[in-house]
Nanobody, 124 residues
Framework: QVQLVESGGGLVQAGGSLRLACAAS????????MGWFRQAPGKEREFVAG????????YYTDSVKGRFTISRDNAKNMGYLQMNSLKPEDTAVYYC?????????????????WGQGTQVTVSS
């Protein structure tokens, strides 16, 4: 079992930065792949970024490539999403998720564990 708790969301102006953190419980987190998803009002939850268990493979949706960076620190049971050059269209609730596999997938239903979400609002 893994429990996930996100933090770091907030209100920021366009062009600004935020760093989201995901604190995981459970010794097995270091063997799980991790993803960040987001959900805007009236829209489906979408994949933002993913990272494999060791941290040496990362994946991004096209709209955030070059602006967002996913990382993890298995020694601390932490995952991160550094978000730079934020745009109003990045406004959403952001969730971290984990799946007990070395393979990173991009669909929400493939992830077994979810945090409660943290709100990110980007003003124009």
């Amino acid at each position: 079992q893994v429990q996930l708790v996100e933090s770091g969301g907030g209100l920021v102006q366009a062009g600004g930065s935020l760093r989201l953190a995901c604190a995981a419980s459970g010794r097995t987190f270091r063997t799980y792949s991790m993803g960040w998803f987001r959900q805007a009002p009236g829209k489906e939850r979408e994949f933002v970024a993913g990272i494999n268990w060791s941290g040496d493979s990362t994946y991004y949706t096209d709209s955030v490539k070059g602006r967002f960076t996913i990382s993890r620190d298995n020694a601390k049971n932490m995952g991160y999403l550094q978000m730079n050059s934020l745009k109003p269209e990045d406004t959403a609730v952001y969730y971290c998720a984990a799946r007990p596999s070395t393979i990173v997938l991009r669909t929400a239903y493939d992830y077994d564990y979810w945090g409660q979400g943290t709100q990110v609002t980007v003003s124009s």
